[in-house]
């Protein structure tokens, strides 16, 4: 989960105490009746209905809480252009390699120039453990990209996973005139 991200919370046997909330820019639920701010950034449905049902237990006895996304806003689509078939955007509602994005967009056309770029527009959401989130250079003076070849991608050597708001760019051949 992340900011912007909204959730059906329910309590059975309460219908007064059902309420839709988004997550705020911290990360946390704080529009919660009768409960401090829960943070919930980074963590899955199921990890926030225990931690609400542990919130909840203090106030009603054995509280039973469902939980559930109704609309993933923290994930911007993804973009690829150039030479694929057809320019897409790809919503990333769960983790996706490069060559997913490629099979959305229909494949590749006739004149790739056998390079893929991809322009990293935001930090990585929810690094796994032990991996460094990347930041956004703060000085500009550097932009975060990677550039894949498209054999390595075809042989399976390389394929990164695309994060949201990425943007990938297949670069198309330039006519050879002889």
Do not use: H, W
Request: net charge neutral.
């Amino acid at each position: 989960l992340g900011a912007g991200d909204v959730l059906d919370i329910r309590l059975y046997g309460l219908p007064d105490m059902n309420v839709t909330a988004q997550v705020d820019s911290d990360g946390n639920l704080s529009s919660l009746p009768f409960l401090d701010p829960i943070p919930v950034k980074c963590r899955t449905e199921r990890q926030v209905q225990r931690d609400l049902t542990v919130a909840y237990s203090r106030l009603i006895k054995e509280p039973q809480i469902s939980v559930r996304v109704t609309e993933r806003n923290s994930r911007s689509p993804a973009s690829i252009s150039g030479a694929v078939r057809q320019s897409t955007k790809v919503p990333m509602s769960r983790s996706q390699r490069l060559n997913e994005l490629v099979a959305a967009a229909g494949g590749f056309t006739q004149k790739p120039a056998g390079r893929i770029q991809i322009l990293y527009t935001q930090p990585q959401l929810c690094p796994d453990a032990g991996e460094i989130a990347e930041a956004m250079p703060i000085d500009g003076t550097a932009i975060p990209f990677q550039v894949i070849k498209i054999s390595e991608l075809q042989k399976g050597i390389s394929n990164p996973v695309i994060r949201p708001g990425d943007l990938v760019l297949v670069t198309e051949a330039e006519p050879v005139y002889i």
